[in-house]
């Protein structure tokens, strides 16, 4: 029999011990809940801060209960307390300062004592790759992030950051250079920036030239100081053979940097910090002194996580998603990407191939079943998985009286001899 919202130990002589399995799905006309937990980033040590309920809209989720769907992004709501207050913002680079875990679920109470899955679709997810690039000087005067650009050539900056020691780069302007430190000429230090961030200034030479001079002498990433006023631009070129990551900071950044290096080591830190999704189950006690967790990654067209660990302590059940990453600007917000969920369609189909039809549907009253065999069963659950009609009808038409039930979306399952079938239903 194919799996549907909810799986009950239907089998004759089965015992009193063995547990329900409840199957649930996206229920965008549910209660949603918010919860926030927030952590330091990683180079400020990626400890636990605080945890407190946080409104959904602000988490942000968006909820089409219409088009049954969530909507989920980063938190975008802390940079409204960013004006001289380090704490969420980064005072210096204008990046968010801690790494926000937005949740939003639905609490169960009913779910408790029995295994759960919890699946649905990803009807889209542009979220996946999004994310920021943080440049961080990790020790001296300079500690801190400071905004840093990266080129449009070479690999990606990823989510492993690059932490090493910088050196400034020096050429021996064979070629009438005016700048001995813009990789335009020769390298004479080349064993210096062996598994080092080589620092090179913006000069005559092309972009693509400087970091492949670079990379040549040993050189794990490139930090490319303008040398014109103002912010660090995208770096343009191309060539293929180009291996190791390239950013640009602005001249004020790079030469406050350069004047560090000249009194002594200047260590830094390069990464790029995307968004993790996910699908999850919380089982906590009575207390919420206890917890366990399951999770799927909304990395599909589908998710699906399942919690099998019943205990006599289980007292409430959340499922819901959480996004995970970077306090996200607001201005980026329009093309920093979402995930959109919705219920999982593939679990409401024919679990055999029966003739039988269900009008009106949707319906405000009472919905009629006709089929060209006897009726033995109907079943109607919730999209929590909760049985909430039963008849058992043997009849070839049948009217179920629906107007008792709250308006929202509904599974029947109806059954004959021969198969069952299951199909969606909307009461108005």
Not at 250 to 258: M, N, P, Q, T
Request: charged share 15%; glycine share 10%.
């Amino acid at each position: 029999m194919k799996q549907f919202y909810l799986l009950l130990a239907m089998g004759l002589g089965l015992t009193a011990s063995v547990n329900a399995q409840n199957t649930v799905t996206v229920d965008a006309s549910a209660t949603q809940n918010g919860y926030a937990n927030v952590f330091r980033t990683s180079e400020d040590g990626g400890n636990y801060e605080f945890g407190s309920g946080w409104g959904v809209e602000d988490i942000k989720t968006v909820v089409d209960a219409t088009a049954n769907t969530l909507t989920l992004l980063p938190n975008f709501n802390t940079y409204a307390d960013n004006v001289g207050d380090g704490f969420w913002v980064d005072q210096s680079s204008g990046l968010g300062n801690k790494i926000f875990e937005g949740n939003t679920y639905v609490e169960e109470t009913s779910l408790a004592g029995s295994e759960l899955t919890f699946e649905g679709n990803v009807n889209s997810n542009t979220l996946a790759g999004s994310g920021y690039l943080r440049f961080n000087v990790t020790n001296g005067a300079l500690e801190g992030g400071h905004p840093a650009v990266a080129a449009s050539f070479g690999p990606a900056f990823t989510a492993t950051a690059i932490t090493q020691d910088m050196v400034l780069v020096i050429d021996d302007n064979a070629g009438g250079g005016t700048d001995p430190n813009d990789a335009c000429e020769a390298i004479t230090n080349g064993a210096d920036l062996v598994g080092k961030i080589a620092i090179v200034r913006r000069g005559a030479c092309a972009f693509t030239d400087k970091v492949f001079a670079a990379q040549n002498e040993g050189a794990v990433a490139v930090l490319v100081v303008n040398n014109q006023p103002g912010d660090p631009i995208v770096m343009g070129g191309d060539n293929p053979d180009i291996t190791i990551p390239a950013l640009m900071v602005s001249d004020v950044v790079g030469e406050a940097i350069l004047m560090e290096l000249a009194g002594g080591t200047v260590n830094a830190s390069m990464e790029f910090t995307t968004y993790v999704t996910r699908a999850f189950i919380k089982v906590f006690n009575a207390d919420f002194s206890v917890v366990k967790e399951e999770f799927a990654d909304l990395d599909g067209a589908t998710f699906s996580v399942t919690y099998t660990n019943v205990e006599p302590a289980d007292t409430t059940v959340q499922y819901g998603f959480q996004v995970t990453g970077l306090n996200a600007n607001p201005a980026d917000e329009a093309t920093i990407g979402s995930v959109v969920v919705t219920t999982n369609v593939l679990g409401v189909s024919d679990v055999s191939n029966i003739n039988v039809s269900v009008y009106p549907n949707p319906t405000a009253n009472n919905v009629n079943i006709q089929s060209n065999e006897e009726i033995t069963n109907i079943q109607v659950y919730n999209v929590v998985g909760q049985m909430v009609k039963n008849a058992s009808p043997i009849a070839t038409n049948v009217s179920l009286e629906m107007a008792s039930l709250d308006s929202g979306m509904y599974f029947m399952t109806i059954s004959t001899e021969t198969g069952s079938k299951t199909v969606k239903l909307i009461k108005k």
